[in-house]
């Protein structure tokens, strides 16, 4: 059974202050592991999919690398508008259906 | 444009009743999805749709059903509600072309009293 855990639950930073959060996975095969970015009352919204081990990307202030077991979530320089809840999501290629696992979040607190 | 959209945003009603959720979305895309999301925030898939196939999650009781009247709707029908089924419940989509970029509607908020 396909397994994605989140750590930290949460997490309070100063603006600033830069962190990361991390996504650990267990599947048969990863097709690809999913980043999203949920506000309070808002569906999740895509930000990043990895595919492979050593693969990267960016977008402004947030970057998400992938090795063979987790992913991480590095937040450079936050603000308070990156405050959010931060899901981890894994696809397995042995399940055949392109649903998705997901982690139960890091809930990201950036103060002024 | 929205690009996935559901209705209703929020939806109360009584134990036992039946209630319907409907997708839509208008990306093209080939394949959709329900999941829910419990009080804890924890995001569970449901099912996953597409013209070839309906998967079904094995803990999701029968009377929750999805149906598909085309390829860009993908309604949510739930007979005999229960008091836990209250919960967010979200539509998303995505195109299983390889990138498998699921896109997520807002959300509806279903409180069984």
């Known amino acids: 059974e396909d397994q994605v855990t989140q750590s930290p639950e949460a997490l309070r930073l100063q603006e600033g202050e830069s962190s990361s959060l991390n996504c650990s996975y267990t599947?048969?095969?990863?097709?690809?592991l999913f980043w999203y970015r949920q506000d309070p009352g808002k569906g999740p919204e895509f930000l990043f999919t990895?595919?492979?081990a050593g693969e990267e990307k960016e977008k402004e202030r947030l970057k998400a690398t992938l090795t063979k077991k987790e992913s991480f979530l590095h937040i450079t320089a936050p603000k308070p508008e990156d405050s959010a809840t931060y899901l981890c999501?894994?696809?397995?290629?042995?399940?055949?259906?392109?649903?998705?696992?997901f982690g139960k979040g890091t809930k990201l607190s950036v103060i002024p | 444009d929205t690009a996935v959209s559901q209705t209703p945003k929020y939806l109360v009603t009584q134990m036992g009743n039946d209630k319907s959720i409907k997708c839509e979305q208008n990306?093209?895309?080939?394949?959709m999805y329900w999941y829910k999301q419990d009080s804890k925030k924890f995001l569970k898939i449901m099912f996953s749709?597409?013209?070839?196939?309906?998967?079904i999650n094995e803990t999701v009781p029968n009377r929750f059903s999805p149906k598909s009247p085309d390829k860009a709707h993908l309604n949510l029908h739930i007979n005999s509600l229960e008091l836990g089924d209250s919960a967010v419940y979200f539509c998303?989509?995505?195109?299983?072309?390889?990138?498998?970029?699921?896109?997520f509607g807002p959300g509806t908020r279903l409180t069984v009293l």
């Open positions: 998303a989509s995505s195109q299983v072309d390889g990138t498998d970029t699921q896109y």
């Open positions: 599947v048969s095969g990863l097709r690809g």
């Open positions: 990895l595919y492979s």
């Open positions: 999501a894994v696809e397995d290629s042995g399940a055949g259906s392109y649903q998705l696992t």
């Open positions: 990306l093209g895309h080939d394949t």
């Open positions: 749709y597409n013209n070839k196939e309906l998967i």
